[in-house]
């Protein structure tokens, strides 16, 4: 259990999805991977145990900042 990890989805409101994740790659240097359509569509983070959480909290505020 404590090298287990979750994997984060999401959409963002006035956003699309292809927007969202080029604008975390290009404005944070986040990589994330995309779906860009369909019914599971989203931009997905998936954190594995040899992230910090500084990096996690770095991911965080940079899609707070593009949710606006």
């Known amino acids: 259990a404590e090298l287990s990890g979750g994997v984060v989805k999401f959409k963002l409101r006035g956003m699309g999805t292809k927007k969202a994740y080029d604008a975390l790659w290009e404005r944070h240097r986040l990589a994330a991977a995309s779906t860009p359509s369909g ?19 770095r ?8 949710a606006g």
């Open 59 to 66: 991911a965080v505020a940079a899609v707070r900042e593009l």
């Open 39 to 57: 019914e599971s569509e989203g931009v997905r983070f998936s954190p594995h145990i040899y992230n910090s959480m500084e990096q996690m909290d």
